[in-house]
């Protein structure tokens, strides 16, 4: 079996070379997204003093799994190789059937969720919404009144959480550093490289954008939206966002270790792209997730909430189509709620992040896989169908 992807792979993990300003780029991010708190402005989201939700390890033979990438064969092993993968974390039924790790990678290794940040956050606002506290049909300026005159007034919450809210931010291109997606970095505190005339933080990047069309005409995917969501949340709560966040799911879903986010000079938290957990933690949100926000025989987030993400709203799904994100092969997939609805029908949906990090949730299986990587680029057409065709094998081989 030849590698699937063309690359030499990068020596184990270590740190030199990597600071404050490159650790975010290959190679360096092997070592930095292991180590954010070392690198960047952090404030810990804790796990509180209960006792950790002890997950059952029921290996399997996943190991011995093909991968098939374009029309060729290849180990499960070699894809993860070549996908820079750091860990990879499979339950099914509740147990861990496989767990992997690159050289140099510490299962305690808390590592950097890039956008799947996104999905915890709104994971957040479903428990807001549970107890009152948000509407999803509310304009957010209703919640948070530094949004009137702006181009967020008169967006909804739904609008923010389904990426339709009609704001300019364009982060199509990755590769461009002048592009918003990459000056943001440093204003949201990835970097200390921050530019003569950006906005001096997250927030006051977020009040200039000019608006862009309508809100709810169309889908495209621009981070800050995501902070409008945090904003709100500390507005209706009185709490800061690390506090909210450990108070109602990460201290009560059995986590091991504490979760890091990166914050912006004004310590606004970067939940658009900042969190940091370890590979297991990571795997343990998923497995909330499929068992509809119960954990230990408590309801951490309203089941409600987490069967709405699988709700097929033909507009959504029609948004999404018309998107840059239109993927031919999945005809009926839409993005809602902060995550990427690949099958409906099949219960089948995750969080995904540049550099290649993946929480896959699927119904149909009983199953969640984990995977966080380091991609040297920030994205790579190559390495998400790779990665995708990773995780389709596997929930097929463990398909009932």
């Not at 740190?15 to 180590?35: L, M």
């Not at 290849?74 to 499979?90: I, K």
């Not at 299962?107 to 890039?114: A, E, Y």
Request: hydrophobic letters at 40%; one cysteine or more; proline letters at 6%.
């Amino acid at each position: 079996m030849k590698t699937p992807v063309s690359r030499t792979r990068p020596e184990p993990a270590r740190r030199d070379g990597v600071n404050s300003d490159n650790w975010i780029d290959g190679p360096y991010n092997r070592w930095g997204f292991r180590h954010v708190r070392e690198l960047a402005h952090t404030a810990r989201i804790r796990r509180g003093t209960g006792a950790p939700w002890q997950l059952p390890e029921r290996q399997g033979d996943l190991g011995d799994l093909t991968v098939v990438f374009e029309a060729e064969q290849f180990s499960l092993l070699e894809a993860l190789e070549a996908g820079y993968t750091d860990a990879f974390v499979v339950l099914h039924d509740g147990a861990i059937v496989h767990e992997w790790y690159a050289e140099g990678v510490r299962p305690d290794d808390t590592h950097l969720l890039m956008s799947v940040s996104k999905s915890f956050t709104s994971t957040l606002i479903g428990v807001l919404v549970g107890e009152g506290l948000i509407d999803p049909a509310e304009r957010a300026d209703a919640y948070a009144s530094v949004l009137l005159g702006t181009a967020w007034e008169g967006c909804t919450m739904q609008h923010l959480l389904d990426m339709t809210a009609g704001v300019e931010f364009d982060e199509s291109d990755y590769d461009n550093p002048d592009s918003a997606g990459c000056l943001i970095e440093a204003v949201s505190g990835y970097t200390t490289d921050l530019r003569p005339g950006l906005p001096s933080d997250t927030i006051a990047w977020a009040l200039s954008v000019p608006p862009q069309g309508e809100h709810g005409d169309r889908f495209e995917y621009r981070s800050i939206i995501t902070d409008i969501l945090a904003l709100v949340a500390e507005e209706v709560t009185g709490q800061r966002f690390t506090d909210l966040f450990s108070d109602r799911i990460w201290s009560r879903i059995g986590v091991e270790h504490d979760a890091d986010i990166i914050v912006d000079p004004a310590g606004f938290p970067t939940v658009e792209g900042g969190m940091c957990v370890t590979p297991r933690d990571f795997a343990r949100f998923g497995q909330m997730m499929l068992q509809r926000g119960m954990v230990g025989g408590a309801q951490v987030v309203p089941g409600e909430w987490t069967d709405r993400v699988l709700d097929a709203d033909p507009v959504l799904i029609d948004h999404y189509r018309k998107s840059d994100a239109a993927d031919p092969a999945h005809p009926n997939a839409y993005y809602h709620d902060c995550w990427w609805v690949v099958d409906a029908s099949k219960g089948r949906y995750a969080g995904h992040g540049i550099n290649g990090q993946h929480l896959w949730i699927d119904r149909s299986t009983n199953t969640v896989i984990a995977q966080q990587s380091t991609w040297p680029g920030r994205w790579d057409d190559n390495l998400a169908v790779l990665d995708q065709a990773v995780a389709l094998t596997v929930l097929d081989h463990l398909a009932p």
